[in-house]
């Protein structure tokens, strides 16, 4: 059953949290990020420093990509790495959610591909490094010594947490329905886009 499902993944310092937060406000539906880390931090007794750390490292066990390749079975080895776990965690919750929702807004952890079979409408927000360099700088406290090299690696993480754990490429376009430069359109017209288009794809569904 075809779910109405807006996934975002986002370059660092490009508002794609917030712009997601504003696409659920006006759309009146739940909106999920960080929030799926605590959950799965609920779930299975791990603190959520803990779970986040993990992602930010590549599994690298053999039976980890045979799980993968099979869907990740919703019988993962506990004995396994957590860092080769959490996606497969992560990702039981998040089709757990699909299973209970015909709609919500998931930001980040790979949620067009792991969503792919309930149908969900993807988007990949960027921006010109410059102005998330500020972004970061004003509105998420980072040292201005050292923003350049923080938006770098998170940005390098994210790719590598995609590319890993999905057969795509996180900045390959053509998996998305649509690409926004937040720098240049702004949180509020973004947001704005994302509602008009998501509605009208609805309809024609």
Same mark, same amino acid.
């Given at each position: 059953?075809?779910?109405?499902?807006?996934?975002?993944?986002?370059?660092?310092?490009?508002?794609?949290?917030?712009?997601?937060?504003?696409?659920?406000?006006?759309?009146?539906?739940?909106?999920?990020?960080?929030?799926?880390?605590?959950?799965?931090?609920?779930?299975?007794?791990?603190?959520?420093?803990?779970?986040?750390?993990?992602?930010?490292?590549?599994?690298?066990?053999?039976?980890?990509?045979?799980?993968?390749?099979?869907?990740?079975?919703?019988?993962?080895?506990?004995?396994?790495?957590?860092?080769?776990?959490?996606?497969?965690?992560?990702?039981?919750?998040?089709?757990?959610?699909?299973?209970?929702?015909?709609?919500?807004?998931?930001?980040?952890?790979?949620?067009?591909?792991?969503?792919?079979?309930?149908?969900?409408?993807?988007?990949?927000?960027?921006? =010109? !490094? %410059?102005?998330?360099?500020?972004?970061?700088?004003?509105?998420?406290?980072? #040292?201005?010594?050292? *923003? $350049?090299?923080?938006?770098?690696?998170?940005?390098?993480?994210?790719?590598?947490?995609?590319?890993?754990?999905?057969?795509?490429?996180?900045? =390959? !376009? %053509?998996?998305?329905?649509?690409?926004?430069?937040?720098?240049?359109?702004? #949180?509020?017209?973004? *947001? $704005?886009?994302?509602?008009?288009?998501?509605?009208?794809?609805?309809?024609?569904?």
């Amino acid at each position: 059953m075809k779910k109405k499902i807006i996934t975002i993944e986002r370059q660092y310092g490009s508002g794609g949290s917030e712009i997601g937060k504003l696409v659920a406000q006006k759309l009146g539906i739940e909106y999920y990020n960080r929030e799926i880390l605590e959950i799965t931090s609920k779930k299975c007794d791990i603190a959520p420093d803990k779970l986040e750390n993990a992602e930010e490292n590549v599994p690298t066990s053999f039976l980890y990509s045979l799980m993968l390749a099979s869907n990740f079975s919703k019988s993962y080895d506990n004995n396994l790495p957590l860092s080769d776990r959490v996606f497969l965690i992560e990702s039981q919750v998040i089709k757990e959610i699909a299973e209970q929702n015909d709609s919500f807004v998931l930001v980040g952890r790979c949620g067009n591909y792991v969503l792919e079979e309930y149908g969900c409408f993807g988007i990949f927000i960027y921006g =010109d !490094k %410059e102005k998330r360099i500020e972004r970061a700088i004003k509105d998420y406290g980072i #040292d201005p010594k050292k *923003a $350049e090299a923080f938006l770098k690696k998170t940005d390098k993480r994210r790719e590598v947490f995609y590319n890993t754990n999905s057969d795509r490429l996180w900045q =390959d !376009k %053509e998996q998305y329905m649509l690409c926004l430069n937040s720098s240049e359109l702004g #949180d509020e017209l973004c *947001a $704005e886009i994302i509602v008009n288009a998501f509605k009208k794809y609805c309809e024609k569904e």
